[in-house]
C-alpha cells in the first residue's frame, strides 16, 4: 500500500447541526459541524465558530447557546442556515422555537434532539472561538428514544464530508462499542472473556 | 409534539477514530469519538481525552499525535483498543504502523486516512484535556480518493452512538453542502439564483 500526503486542507466527517442564539432577542441559527463532546463530568461540549459570525455576538450577550440536530428531511432548511448570515437575513420564522430552563438558548421544534448549553468559556484561536458549553437540558419525543434512549434511526441526521462537500446518512448498525472487540481481549489474553 | 427533556447525559453522534501517539518511544493507539476539526486557518484539529489517559504521557512527551479514520472492517481492532489501556497492553503489533514528517506521531497503515498533528496547546477540564494539533500532514491511498478528495464510501468509517453504544456505517448521499439550501434562499429573496 503506497501512502500519498494530500496536505492539510483535512475535515473528519462530521455530524450537521445548527447552533441557536438570541441576537438582540431574536432567534438566530448557524449550520455548524465543528462540534465536540468535551468533558465527562461536568457535561462539556464545545462548538468552535468563526470568529465573525454574527452567532459570536449572540453567545456573548446571553451566555447560554444550543445545538440541535436535524434530521435529513430538514437538510434544505439546515443548508439554507449555512448559506446567510443573520445579519442579513431573518431566520428565526424558519423553524418552530421554543426554550427549556435558560431561557435564552433558541431550540428548534421540529429538530428530533436539541440540546442547550450554559457558556462556561471561550478558548480563542486565530479565525475561530472554541465555545465551550455545559449541558444543561436535552430535549426530544417519544417517537425518536428506544429504551430512553435517543435511537440515531429514528433520528436520521445528516453527516458532512468535505472538501467535496456532500451531505450522508446514517447506514447500518454493525456492532455494539465496547463489546466488539471482546474476541479479540480473549485471543490476545489466552483466556475468554467473563461478562 | 410534545418534548421531554432526557438530562445532560447526551452524546452527538461521533466518528470513530483511533488517536496515536508514542509513549516511551513505542506506538501507542487509543479509540476516540471526541474529535474535531477547531481552526480553518492553521487547521487545527482536537482531540479531547480523559486526563489518566496513557495516552497523555505520550501527547506530552512528544508533543505530537495523529488521528486516524478505520474502516468498518476494522471494527474489532478499533473496539479493542478502547477497552484496554497501553499501560498493561502493547497495542503497537495490533497495526502496520508508519510515520510521516513528525516522526514521533505513530500512524496506521490499515486506516483509510491519517492525520498528523503537532500540538499547539492543551484546554485543561476537570476531567479531559482538549488536545489541540496543528495538522502537519494526511496520508490515504489512491484507492480512497475521488476527484483528488478523500471519498467517505470508500474509507467506510464507522459512527458511534452514545449511551446504547452503537458502531453505524455511513448511508447514503442525499445531498451537496451550500447548495442543497439555495432553491429555499432564491424563494424567499424572491429571485433566482444565479451561479
Chains 1, 2 share one sequence.
Request: aromatic fraction near 10%; charged fraction near 25%.
Amino acid at each position: 500500500m503506497e501512502k500519498v500526503n494530500i496536505g492539510t486542507n483535512i475535515y473528519p466527517p462530521m455530524l450537521v447541526t445548527l447552533l441557536g442564539v438570541n441576537v438582540e432577542k431574536r432567534a438566530n441559527f448557524m449550520a455548524l459541524g465543528w462540534i465536540s463532546r468535551l468533558n465527562a463530568n461536568p457535561p462539556l461540549l464545545g462548538a468552535s465558530i468563526n470568529k465573525f459570525h454574527y452567532t459570536s455576538q449572540g453567545i456573548r450577550e446571553n451566555k447560554t447557546f444550543s445545538i440541535n440536530i436535524p434530521s435529513k428531511d430538514m437538510m434544505k432548511e439546515t443548508d439554507y442556515c449555512g448559506l446567510v448570515s443573520g445579519r442579513e437575513y431573518d431566520k428565526s420564522c424558519l423553524f418552530k422555537v421554543f426554550y427549556g430552563e435558560l431561557e435564552t438558548a433558541p431550540m428548534i421544534e421540529e429538530c428530533p434532539l436539541s440540546i442547550e448549553c450554559k457558556l462556561v468559556g471561550i478558548h480563542e484561536m486565530s479565525t475561530n472561538d472554541l465555545i465551550i458549553g455545559e449541558i444543561m437540558g436535552a430535549y426530544t419525543e417519544h417517537q425518536y428514544l428506544s429504551d430512553d434512549k435517543p435511537d440515531i434511526r429514528k433520528i436520521d441526521p445528516l453527516f458532512l464530508t468535505m472538501p467535496d462537500n456532500n451531505y450522508w446518512t446514517v447506514g447500518e448498525n454493525v456492532g455494539k462499542a465496547w463489546k466488539a472487540g471482546r474476541d479479540l481481549k480473549s485471543e490476545r489474553d489466552g483466556s475468554e472473556y467473563i461478562e
